[in-house]
Antibody
Framework: EVHLVESGGGLAQPGGSLRLSCAAS????????MTWVRQAPGKGLEWVSG????????FYTNSVRGRFTISRDNSKNMVYLQMNGLRADDTAVYYC??????????????WGQGTLVTVSS | DIVMTQSPDSLAVSLGERATINCKSS????????????LAWYQQKPGQPPKLLIY???TRESGVPDRFSAGGSGTDFTLTISSLQAEDVAVYYC?????????FGPGTKVDIK
């Protein structure tokens, strides 16, 4: 059974940093892309970043490019989102999701429960 | 960026009746080399993460009830719930994964009339 567990959320000050982690189990991790999607309180879904299974491709939405970095450790079945220069509009629940195949150009077929990031002074 | 729009914003349907949600992309999400539409549908119930229902515009995810169906191509897509059940109350999102950033529609809230 696929299992995704996010951690690392919490309260950060504007301009601060957080590192989100996602522990994956129940599938051959290196064979699948991984994605981060966020949802601001009471709002819709926003795709944030994705990384291919082989770690050779990473993509970002425009608003986080240059501030956020996605990475993965295929030996530990972990994916990370390093978030720097946090802003109030980064406040959201951040979901980790598994891709349908190795490429980032794929649906998100399993989702974690999410971790809440709040950016406030 | 590809802009995804959905209509209606919300709808209320009687139990057992049909619900139809429309999704439109600002440019085609049909990849000509494999003739696949890079379009997915998700269901999100309150307090829960999204759940994948449909991918490649019309392929039902394993375990999804067959009352959920979807179709369309290019820029226009639909999700249909053929006979609404109480457990289908949720917000439904379409998403394109054709072009980065992989944008979502704003969502359509489905309720019981």
């Amino acid at each position: 059974e696929v299992h995704l567990v996010e951690s690392g959320g919490g309260l950060a000050q504007p301009g601060g940093s957080l590192r989100l982690s996602c522990a994956a189990s129940g599938f051959t991790f290196r064979n699948y892309a991984m994605t981060w999607v966020r949802q601001a309180p009471g709002k819709g879904l926003e795709w944030v970043s994705g990384i291919s299974g082989s770690d050779d491709s990473a993509f970002y939405t425009n608003s986080v490019r240059g501030r956020f970095t996605i990475s993965r450790d295929n030996s530990k079945n972990m994916v990370y989102l390093q978030m720097n220069g946090l802003r109030a509009d980064d406040t959201a629940v951040y979901y980790c999701a598994k891709g349908g195949d190795e490429s980032c150009y794929s649906r998100a077929d399993y989702w974690g429960q999410g971790t809440l990031v709040t950016v406030s002074s | 960026d590809i802009v995804m729009t959905q209509s209606p914003d919300s709808l209320a349907v009687s139990l057992g009746e049909r619900a139809t949600i429309n999704c439109k992309s600002s440019q085609s999400v049909l990849y000509s080399s494999n003739n696949k539409n890079y379009l997915a549908w998700y269901q999100q119930k309150p307090g829960q993460p999204p759940k994948l229902l449909i991918y490649w515009a019309s392929t039902r995810e394993s375990g999804v009830p067959d009352r959920f169906s979807a179709g369309g191509s290019g820029t226009d897509f639909t999700l249909t719930i053929s006979s609404l059940q109480a457990e289908d109350v949720a917000v439904y999102y379409c998403q394109q994964y054709y072009s980065v950033p992989f944008t979502f529609g704003p969502g359509t809230k489905v309720d019981i009339k």
